[in-house]
């Protein structure tokens, strides 16, 4: 069974410019979570789907972040303009959509963003 | 969420039980005590979690203090790919559950 994969691995781009960043949950996972890493700071929750709709987004730091998962399958990640602080690394995580039991969240690799 | 407390570095010699020590003394009735890894450039892992009984995986035991206010994670033959940093989680089973990680105790497994 293949793991959350998250693309690109690493993203350079300047300040002023936008970029996308795509997470694949596990097949079938309804829940879809986004965290960032920034330098040197805890891993943060930043948002989280169920299917495609957004059930909490209290962690989005403003309205330069734009998450869409449409159909419920994948979701983006979209910083536009980006700025100097948002770069960090930033992880995805997907759970299926459980009552009760483990609800352990599976962790892509994470995506590298440098903003320049 | 309960707040967590762990220490911030570890070291552990190779072949050696790693004993990872977590205070949660605000834990809830309901909440259970997770734990995750995160080995270098690499994303967390989910390795454990109890409520109240000890458990015991493939990866790790843990171990829940009677009155649930500490608990300790226990990789019992350390290994140098156990070089990560460790963190304790209390949260609620099941549903949505938002992860709050803290700082962690970074390990070094020393050969």
């Known amino acids: 069974e293949a793991g959350v994969t998250q693309f690109p691995s690493h993203s350079v781009i300047e300040k002023g410019q936008t970029v996308t960043l795509r997470c694949d949950p596990i097949?079938?996972?309804?829940?879809l979570y986004w965290y960032r890493r920034v330098m040197g700071k805890e891993i943060k929750f930043l948002l989280h789907?169920?299917?495609?709709?957004?059930?909490?987004e209290s962690g989005m730091p403003n309205n330069r972040f734009l998450a869409e998962r449409t159909g419920g399958t994948y979701s983006t990640l979209k910083v536009q303009p980006a700025e100097l602080e948002d770069s960090g690394v930033y992880f995805c995580?997907?759970?299926?959509?459980?009552?009760?039991?483990?609800?352990?969240?599976?962790f892509g690799p994470g995506t590298r963003l440098t903003v320049l | 969420d309960a707040k967590t407390t762990q220490p911030p570095s570890m070291d552990c010699a190779e072949g050696r039980a790693a004993n990872l020590p977590c205070n949660h003394s605000?834990?809830?009735?309901?909440?259970?005590v997770y734990w995750y890894r995160q080995i270098h450039s690499q994303g967390p892992q989910y390795i454990i979690h109890?409520?109240?009984n000890n458990e015991t995986n493939e990866m790790a035991s843990l171990i829940i203090t009677e009155d649930r206010k500490s608990s300790t994670l226990i990789l019992p033959h350390a290994t140098l790919r156990d070089t990560a940093v460790y963190y304790c989680?209390?949260?609620?089973?099941?549903?949505?559950?938002?992860?709050?990680f803290g700082i962690g105790t970074k390990l070094q497994v020393i050969p």
């Open positions: 995580a997907s759970s299926p959509l459980l009552l009760t039991g483990t609800n352990e969240q599976f």
């Open positions: 097949s079938g996972h309804d829940n």
């Open positions: 789907f169920v299917k495609e709709s957004k059930q909490d």
């Open positions: 605000t834990i809830s009735g309901n909440e259970y």
């Open positions: 109890g409520l109240k």
């Open positions: 989680i209390v949260a609620f089973s099941g549903g949505y559950q938002k992860v709050t």
